[in-house]
């Protein structure tokens, strides 16, 4: 999308761009960056360019409104009075054009299309079947594309554009992410009914030295937070399966193959195992994420809603 100049305020506050130029929108939306940010550096990233491609960017732009934007403070880039009065006109006026830009593109979303959410395995054994059924009745016309990984792997994928969405541990959420908290949830080690820890209340990581652990894979949020802990614990857990298959894991601990850890909303319908809390627990904040730079689609939109009135059963 390219803007021919700016609105009518813009004009009267700076010279008319020399002829023959073209503002980009891109261009206003790095400026835009640096100026909250302070840091070109900082900026690149959230739009992840590269810092010479921004800086020409600025550079040019300055160029075209035939002000100086920026003036260098201590590595910090600070607003000059003109840059400063630029900024002012023009968050609202972008605010508004990206309103018009995103009401276009929702009309299109009618039509239908493609969401792609990054679901954890065990957060999907309780979601996955409510969220498709609600799709097929308010968007049935719409794809509904699940991306089952672990938290740690959906963050990275959101960060790198390749999902609409994903349900992920909030906790130190990177700050290109935006989120709607879900609920809070705790991690539960499993055991058979006849371990010995089954008759503990809760169980501390030290118990767990000479256990054979059954864990997801290296892209979850849990497997490294349990490696962290038994590593203050003085050691590294035994780790005898990586698996994201929930089901198997569960009857690998009733077969007294090793323990496991899940969520207390997994529902496990059988008496020969049971979930046990450590200590300390292992509480997690549970959200809905997607990337602070990409446009979401009014469908989007809709299943943020309808997932965040969600509440899912002990």
């Known amino acids: 999308h390219k803007v ?8 009267k506050l700076f010279y008319t761009p020399p002829p023959g ?33 921004l800086t020409v960017a600025i550079r040019k732009l300055e160029e075209e409104l035939n002000i100086t934007l920026f003036v260098r403070d201590r590595k910090k880039m600070r607003l000059t009075n003109e840059g400063l009065r630029f900024y002012k006109a023009l968050v609202p006026a972008l605010t508004q054009l990206h309103q018009v830009i995103d009401d276009a593109k929702d009309g299109l979303d009618k039509i239908g299309g493609r ?6 395995p065990m957060i999907g054994t309780f979601i996955f079947t409510p969220l498709l059924k609600y799709m097929r009745e308010r968007h049935p016309n719409w794809e509904l594309v699940i991306v089952e990984e672990g938290s740690v792997g959906i963050r990275r994928r959101l960060l790198q554009q390749e999902l609409n969405l994903g349900i992920v541990i909030t906790d130190n959420l990177p700050l290109d992410l935006s989120a709607v908290p879900l609920w809070q949830d705790e991690h539960k080690l499993c055991v058979p009914i006849d371990h010995p820890l089954a008759t503990k209340e809760t169980i501390t990581f030290e118990n767990l030295r ?16 349990i490696t962290e802990y038994c590593n203050k614990a003085g050691f590294d857990p035994h780790i005898v399966l ?51 730079t990409n446009y979401l689609p009014a469908v989007a939109k809709d299943i943020i809603h309808f997932i965040s009135q969600q509440e899912p059963k002990p």
Request: hydrophobic letters at 45%; one cysteine or more.
């Open 4 to 11: 021919d100049s700016c609105n009518t305020d813009l004009h």
């Open 210 to 225: 000479q256990e054979s652990l059954i864990l997801m894979k290296v892209d979850s949020f849990h497997r490294r937070r």
């Open 115 to 120: 969401l792609t959410i990054g679901v954890p």
């Open 21 to 53: 130029a073209i503002m980009e929108l891109r261009q206003l939306e790095y400026f835009i960056s640096v100026a909250r940010l302070g840091n070109v550096t900082r900026a690149a990233e959230e739009h992840f360019v590269t810092q010479p491609n």
């Open 242 to 292: 990586s698996s994201n298959q929930i089901q198997n894991n569960i009857d690998s601990v009733a077969a007294g193959l090793g323990l496991s850890f899940l969520l207390s909303r997994v529902a496990i319908h059988r008496d020969d195992v049971i979930l046990r809390s450590m200590s300390p627990a292992l509480t997690v904040n549970i959200g809905i994420a997607w990337p602070k």
